[in-house]
Structures are given as structure tokens and as C-alpha cells.
């Protein structure tokens, strides 16, 4: 007992403002494409691994909500004209949450104690780690009025992860009607938000959450470091702006 | 080195059990490949440990495609088949004849009978109507037995899997598991892909182990094209292997005593493992490591300037490690829940193939960096520490024993980093057509096994990938029956099993 009051002496408190972490010079955020003297080539459209780059006319477009920041079309454009920014801050906001009545009725029903139901239906079990390091002192997730609870009958939110499976599809569609409107969704990850990860052609995938239900915020990354996943809570409680 | 037995589908078992009793190890994968375009037959391919060190022993039984689709099943003399066969039959519709317990295992009752998505001819795009077909689980009968049925969706933030307890008031008779919710085709999915393309789903087969993932691959590819991989990007892989090791054990340690809410562990375990996330994301650009390792090398360089990061970061860690794990060492009411709780006898651990802590800490002293060596680890210095009560507590102990030979490890992975030359990757020519190859690496769930055949033009014909977690979960039904439902989720948790890994 007394090393447990020592430990916790010790160490104090180590929470930190939401997004007070360092973004290391290496890390991978927004993709920002470079117009001007691009050739058109397509290395990089060749070079995603999920289909993420378009090209319209000679300007290119990235899906975040597909990208999984693997930085191959940076590498692999002759012209360095792909660049990587430190820009997490990359979640949108969908479905209900567009329309501004909706939205306020929504904010004011949910928005300052708001219940999270965590829902794999397909995940590499990264963008779960990451959830469950919210739920930690460093982010102290609780701070914000927000929780996660054992069943979808308390949940406001589900927070899906992964590219829904042929295996899961039930229990995502189980637990989202078991869950109480007003209900919101979020697509964390470029699993959920995208359902590409894995192909497009694949027996075992029906896709991106939003192929099976509604969607209400989307948080690209793979995964989305916790920073990126409270943005996406505060923006979708109206606590913060769009960055 | 390695050797390969091509022997007809009918002399499998035979085949098998010789090599079985001349393998150090037994059975460390079998799986299927779809070869009628070659042979006119499908081939199963049992992979043994050899004698030495080095080599695999190859088994490949040849089951044509006119005859009876069927083998002799394993599963009767070697157990840790019995999974594998099933897998097989899902897959390919081949049948292990004689199997004690033939059901489903990947694929669940939405699935058609019939279809067979690991055959060459099924198309992968192809629309699959849902079925609804029984899924049949095992049970236990008597006076008073009644099922707990838990899952797919669990409590917490934890994957999805299906799990029946048969019980006798509080106490656990039988466990049966039903798995492969996150299943994602992801062998399917690679096939006809360069493996420069199929590179990011590989990576992505599970998060934690994900570098465990890509090393195997990268090492059986480099294999059959004969790649030598610069001597720097061997020790950063090992720098990053390790360091998955660490995050993975110190989270894991932590996280144990969430199973008995002893929250200061908890949350100490989790603030221990923000850290060396965060020196992750500072290494590599991605908390989980990706990116780091690609076939051929590495694609990052650890500058003098990350190296004294890290090194400073372990300082840091080290007594504060000490100092969580004191919290658990001498707390009677902790060790009252983890001695004696959840074990796996030594015998049950060498039948069923166990691997990693869950095999080390009932006494199989195995692990794939010394005894399989690969990527420089021979030349390194570090011990296996080995446990023997089979518990919870003994794979807790194993972990926490691991943690300072990883440390040790990405000390001397720093030194060597230091004195090698600047190339970080070699380029990886193509394979040439037919080629098969094995790669491995111990992660901190125990060996991951990835197998290769390429096909014309460089592109995978057949990808399997073996994790950790495969042969373990079968060991999570044998540790529970005797213990009480609430001990559940600390037996659960001291294994660490994979969902996504499993399921691929
Ligand atoms: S970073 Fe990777 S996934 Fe994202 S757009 Fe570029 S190539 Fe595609
Ligand atoms: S988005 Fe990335 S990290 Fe998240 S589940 Fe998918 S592959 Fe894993």
C-alpha cells in the first residue's frame, strides 16, 4: 500500500491539454499535392495502395478519409511536388451533424456528457489500441464529459473501427439499432471511414462503415493518433472549430 | 538446409508423423494452395522445425483435383492440426478425413456452403448471397450445467469474438470460442499482387504486431530472391522489433491488472506505453511503427540524434518500470489472483504448439531469435527467461522478465546502428515464377510464420501468414475450464491473444 501512495506521489499528474503532445518532424499527416508543374505522370496515383489520389484536370485530389498515410506518393513523385504535413486535425463532420437544426438539437441533448460504445467490425486492433489509450491519465478521456460504456442501450456515440467484415455485419447492424436515439456515428480510421484498406474486391469485406450505416464524423489516420480522435469528439460536440 | 517431402494427399499422416518425431518443435504450420493450374492438384504443406537451427522441413501432400477431394487428418497424432485442417476445409473444400472435430472455423453461418474463396477460380468480387447455416458450438451436458454465451461485442475496447462457457455453478467446464469475426481476406487480397503492393496490407494484418508482420514477410521474400539486406537496416529492424516487443509487454503488464481493477497498475502501465508510443511516432512517423520496415531494408535512417533520444528514453524508463512492477512483485492480494490461476500444463503447451510467453511460461523454452535465428539476432546477446507454473502469473513474469532483454537488445541495436554503413535497403529483384519461400520472426506474441509462392511476372500466387495467435488460442480453452468466470478476463488477458492477427 504505502509503494502504491509512493508510485502515485511519485509520478503527479501527467494529463495533458488535448492537444498538447509533440508532432514529431517525421510524423505523416495531410497529404498536400502541389499544383503548378505536376506531369500528369500518375506515379502517385500508381503509387497509392487504396485508390486514395484522383486526378482531375492537372490538379490532384487526395481522400483522406481513404489515405493510410503510408507516404508512398511523396517517395514516388519524380517532382517532390507531394508533401506531408504535421496536420492531424483532419476529421469531418457528416450525416446529422451537417444540417445546423439537427445539429443543436443534437448538442444540446448529448453534448456535454456523451457516451461511447466501442465497436471492432473489422479492425487491425491499432486504431482500438489507440481508443483505449484515451481512456488513459495522459489524455484522460473522462475530463471531457466523455465516457465509454459496456453496452450500445447507454451509448450516444459508436465509435466504429475497421472495414466492416462479411463476419461483423450483423453485430454492426445489431448494436447500432440497439442504440438509443438521438445516436451519432463515428468512422474512425481509414478502415471505417473508407472500407479500403483491405481492396475493393474482397469476399470478406462489405466496406466503410458508412455502407451499412449512417456516418456523423469521420477520423482519418491509420490510425488517427489520439489527438486526431479528440478533435474529431470536440468538433463533433461543437467544443472546438474546424481547424 | 531446407528440405522438401512431395508425397501423395493419401501418405500425409504418414509422411507427417515422421517428420513430427524428428522435428525439435512439431508442426509449425499447414495450409493449403490451390495448384491445379500447375500439377492438377492441390497441395497441402505441413511445415516442421527441422534439426537444425536454420532449415524448415516441407511436407507436401498432393491431393488431385479429379479424385476424392480429402486427406488423412493430422489432427489424431498431431493436436496442433486440428485448426489448421479445419481452416483448410473452409478455404479450399478439402476434407482432413478422420478429424475429431470437423466445423467451420473462418468462415461462419452467412457464408454459402460450397464456395471456396481460397480456389483459384473464385472471384474475389464476386456478390456471395448470405446463407444461414447453423454454426455449431460445443457444449457441455449434465444435471445443472447451464451456458454462458459472451460476445461478439465484448464490455470493452476489446476485438470481437464469441466465446460459450459451459457451467457448473461459477466454475468453468468448457470454453469454446467461435473466431474469425475480423476476417478480411487479406491472403485472398494479395494474390495477383506485386509484393510492393501488397506490402501495406501485410503491415496492417494486426496493429501491434505489426512490425512482427512485416519482417516475416520482408525475410521470405528477400529469401527467395536472394536479398541481402545492409548490414544498418538489419540492426534498425531489430531496433524496431524490440521496441514492439517493449511497447507490447509494458501495455500488456498494465493492462493484466485491469482484469482485477487495480487501477494504479493501470494507469501506470498505460502512461509507461504513451511514452514509448510517442518515441515510436518520433522513430518512425507512426506510433505503431509503420513504415519502418520494408522488403529490402528499412525506409527510415536512425540519426545519431534519434539514437540519443532513444537511449535517453530507456534511462528514463528503466526505474520507472522497476517501480510498476514493484507495485505487483510483493502484493498479496495481486498474487492471489494471478498464482495458480489459468494454467496450461507443459504437455497441453507442447501439443498444441504454443508459442511465445504463453510457451515460455510453461516451461517450452522456445524462442524463434535464438533458436530459429534470423535478421542478425545471432549475434547478439540476450537470455530467454522461462517460466514453468503455466499461469497467469508465469506469463506475466515472463513478460517482465523480457523487458530488460529487450532493452539490452535495443542497446546493442543502437552500438551496432553506430558502427554500420549508411545503405538502407537493397533493391529486391523479382521473383522468379514458382518460387516458394519462408519467413519468421518472434513478436511479442510469439513466432509469426509467413509463407510465399510467387506466381508469373512477380506477382503472389498463394500468401499465408501463421500468427502467434493461431496456434495460442486453442491453449485460452484448455487454461479456463476449473476457474470461475470471473477470472475470465485475467486468464484472457495474460495470454494477449490477437483477434486481428487470427483472423487476418
Ligand atoms: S500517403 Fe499513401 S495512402 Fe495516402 S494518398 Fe499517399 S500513397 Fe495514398
Ligand atoms: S485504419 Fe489503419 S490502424 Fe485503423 S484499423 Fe484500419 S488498418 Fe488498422
Known sequence: MLKVLQKIMAVGTVTEAWDAGPVPERFRGRVEPAGGSCAAC??????????????????????HRACIFCGRCVERCERGLMTQTGDYKLAELGG????????????????????????????????????????????????YGVDFVASPRHADL??????VTRNLTQALLMTYEATPAPRLVMAVGACAASGRTFGTSNYAVRGGADALVPVDVYVPGCPPRPQALLYGILLALGRIEKA | MDKTFVVKGSNLRAAANACASRSRQGLLAMFACDERAMSGCYAVYCLFDGRQPGGLVTVKGLVPADGPLEFPSLTPIIPAAAWYEREICDMFGLTPVGHPELRPLVLHENWPAGLYPLRKDFDPGRVVPDAGKPFPMLHAHGEGVFEVPVGPIHAGIIEPGHFRFSQAGESILRLDAKLFFTHRGIEKAVEGLTPDAAFPMVERICGVCGVSHALSFSQALEGLTGTVVPERAKWIRVLAAELERLYNHVGDIGNLSAGMGFQVAVSNGSRLKEGLLRLNEALTGNRYLRGMVVPGGVAMDVTAELRGE????????????????????????????VDTTGIVPFAAARDLGVVGVAARASGVDWDMRRDKPYGGYDELEFAVPVHRSGDVAARLWVRVDEVPQTVRLIRQALERIAAAGPELAAKVPPAPAWSTGAGWSESARGANLHWLMMGEDNKIWRYFARSASYPNWPALSVAAPGNIIPDFPLINKSFELCYACLDR
Open chain 1, 96 to 143: 446529422q451533424l451537417l444540417g445546423e437544426a439537427v445539429r443543436a438539437e443534437i448538442l444540446r441533448t448529448l453534448g456535454r456528457s456523451l457516451h461511447v460504445r466501442h465497436l471492432d467490425v473489422g479492425s487491425c486492433n491499432a486504431c482500438d489500441f489507440e481508443l483505449n489509450q484515451l481512456l488513459g491519465p495522459v489524455y484522460d478521456l473522462q475530463q
Open chain 1, 158 to 163: 459508436l465509435m466504429v473501427t475497421g472495414v
Open chain 1, 42 to 63: 500518375g506515379a502517385c496515383i500508381a503509387a497509392c495502395p487504396v485508390g486514395a489520389i484522383e486526378a482531375s484536370g492537372d490538379s490532384i485530389k487526395v481522400n
Open chain 2, 310 to 337: 532513444i537511449a535517453a528514453a530507456l534511462e528514463r524508463f528503466e526505474p520507472d518500470f522497476a517501480s510498476l512492477v514493484g507495485l505487483m512483485r510483493d502484493n498479496d492480494a495481486f498474487l492471489d489472483r
